[in-house]
């Protein structure tokens, strides 16, 4: 096992009628901004139960956040902030609000450097953020219980991450009836994400982390248990906090305490989304396999355990059981409705270079060998046609 | 589901060579109060490790806290600490040093009311506490990262614990090396203590957990994996490591949350401790089978999963599969060393009464279904027997 720090200090609210308690997590002596998104908090009741627990305490709103939210709306909101003196914001929605609060909340704070530096910088420049609160609506990106985040630029079709311990969350709030009315297709997204966030966290290599490597199992199994319930969409309340649960413990730093991570498909996933548009989840669906196939030799032994434990595999050797593990994983993903080759977004052999230059121009090397740079890079979407 | 809170907020340092941390670690500007145990910190190095970290910082020492920290101990602490204007407390020990700190440090800000009724009222009284560090040396109680602490005071033979959010600890450091030189028997305490604290989370009744079930099983089958290479004390750096943070992770909170919890087996306990001064754990072991055997009823279902996916059992019915359950983990009690009956400590018959009316004196009720009270505390010791 490695060493390793752990320091999580987001309280979670988690559970029925839990808005409510806004009125008490909310500091009353400042001026509160609630930013949001494209309005679907006002039809499913969560506006209004925002607004009920914000009587009382002076607010304004910022909406219109968008998915992969763009740096160029997070700066509108930072010049709102300093012309109205806001002290504490809230973001409720999904995982694209939370992240645009987190960059507002350090951008914000930014005096002197540019904020773009904050990313380009993935915010080792960060010292300081403005506080701010969640409401979670969207279980999928585990955002709400950690101090990551990313940011789109449309001027240069870039999306790039920043973490900073500034940005936890001093809380989130987790109600599982606000899933209920989630479009189906963002449910899978969800489920497909916290499952990739996982094993980007486990399936890499062997330096004896049996009980972090049991965690991330279980949060793979729950998943897989719940995914048909989620999907039915008739509020079945405890697969959905079952389901919202896994997304949260997916990504809060406990499975990759000591362990080693890998993010290769987050990195090649982020340049699908950047040139393409595909949704996050649909990003890292296509390009799992293919990192999976291509780094086979340096994974076998962690994909085999994952197969053993996850998808009941039996076989004589690690080497089967990690073959069928990928196979098991593409099925589960068709099985949720989420597609897994680059054509099913019309995208060929041509575009794969405009990926692998860019990682080339940036000169980024991931994987958790260090062994992906833009060669590997295109070698790895050709897998994915 | 239930809904829940969760709020950790202790910031983790584990892994090799971390004590010199301390330096950056404990603030500058306050007198520190160093506290330990009988000395063992004197011969295994760390006590060494700590005094060097805290070079050129003003401190004193407060030695001698026993097994079982007693009340009357801890509160010579507190005399000294306001003779002396202390500002911070590091306890440098294993879960008694680490209990004892975390009563000192609320008993130091307890104007106007008993220090004792901080554990007569369980905490609840509890609004500050002096801050703290922690140097875990002995892997066992999970109190390095929780706001729990149990207190023995020898003038009335009683245990009694409680909790506060102000006495999580600021930090604490987790060097697995520490733990080469702990002998053989508190090795078995301490694997049987992290098992106890994870059933007592989870071997209840169903309403839907699964994510933290398979918490729960992580650490129960990695407790259990790790037991022989753990108790051949040869230094063998990653089974130590990965045995450490599973009794960390056994009671931080994480797998109750939203979960029913039971806690008879650690009340009864408690006063076979009190009584009779069996180690923490050693009570525990006698105790949970009795339990288990006097709740079958209620809680087959969950020990029947326990059964399945922790001891491999495939028969054919819930009631086959809960059976085999107790058996078996008496049996893996057994197997690191531990005894499990009142008899093994010369406990008999006659002497049950003794706990059982301390139970009707204080009105206790205990269990998952507030279904424990003197009359089954009686009856469950009768099965210990």
Redesign the interface.
């Known amino acids: 096992?490695?060493?390793?720090?752990?320091?999580?200090?987001?309280?979670?609210?988690?559970?029925?009628n839990?808005i409510s308690q806004l009125a008490n997590l909310i500091p009353s002596d400042t001026k509160v901004m609630l930013c949001y998104g494209g309005g679907s908090i006002r039809k499913n009741g969560v506006y209004d139960q925002v607004i009920s627990a914000l009587s009382g305490k002076e607010h304004i709103e910022f909406s219109g956040i968008e998915p992969n939210p763009l740096f160029e709306t997070c700066m509108q909101a930072v010049d709102i902030i300093k012309e109205e003196n806001i002290g504490f914001l809230l973001g409720v929605g999904g995982g694209s609000v939370i992240d645009a609060v987190k960059f507002i909340a350090a951008a914000s704070k930014c005096e002197g450097s540019a904020p773009w530096e904050i990313l380009v910088n993935h915010g080792t420049n960060v010292s300081e953020a403005m506080p701010f609160g969640c409401v979670l609506t969207m279980p999928a990106t585990g955002t709400e219980m950690n101090a990551n985040s990313v940011i789109s630029r449309k001027s240069s079709d870039e999306k790039l991450a920043f973490a900073s311990s500034a940005v936890y969350p001093t809380f989130s709030i987790l109600d599982p009836e606000t899933t209920y009315s989630i479009p189906k297709n963002q449910l899978r997204n969800g489920i497909v994400d916290a499952f990739v966030h996982v094993v980007e966290q486990y399936i890499t290599y062997d330096?004896?982390?049996?009980?972090?490597d049991?965690?991330a199992?279980?949060?793979l199994?729950?998943l897989v248990?719940?995914a048909d319930r989620v999907l039915a969409q008739n509020k079945d309340y405890?697969?959905l906090?079952?389901y919202m649960?896994?997304t949260t413990?997916a990504l809060n730093g406990?499975i990759a305490?000591?362990a080693v991570g890998d993010w290769s498909t987050h990195m090649i996933g982020h340049e699908l989304t950047a040139f393409w548009g595909l949704a996050h989840a649909e990003s890292l669906a296509v390009v799992l396999p293919g990192v999976w196939k291509h780094q086979f030799e340096n994974k076998k032994e962690k994909l085999a355990k994952f197969g053993e434990r996850v998808w009941n595999l039996n076989h004589d050797t690690n080497d089967e059981n990690a073959v069928l593990a990928i196979e098991r994983t593409v099925e589960f993903f068709h099985s949720v409705g989420m597609p897994t080759s680059l054509a099913d977004y019309n995208i060929c052999k041509d575009d794969i270079a405009k990926v692998s230059d860019r990682f080339k121009q940036r000169n980024t090397i991931v994987g958790e060998h260090q062994n992906i740079g833009h060669k590997e890079v295109g070698e790895i979407l050709t897998l994915c046609l």
């Open positions: 096992m490695n060493n390793f720090n752990f320091c999580n200090p987001v309280n979670i609210v988690f559970g029925k839990t330096i004896e982390t049996p009980l972090q049991r965690q199992e279980a949060i199994n729950t248990e719940l405890n697969a906090a079952g649960w896994c413990q406990t305490c000591g």
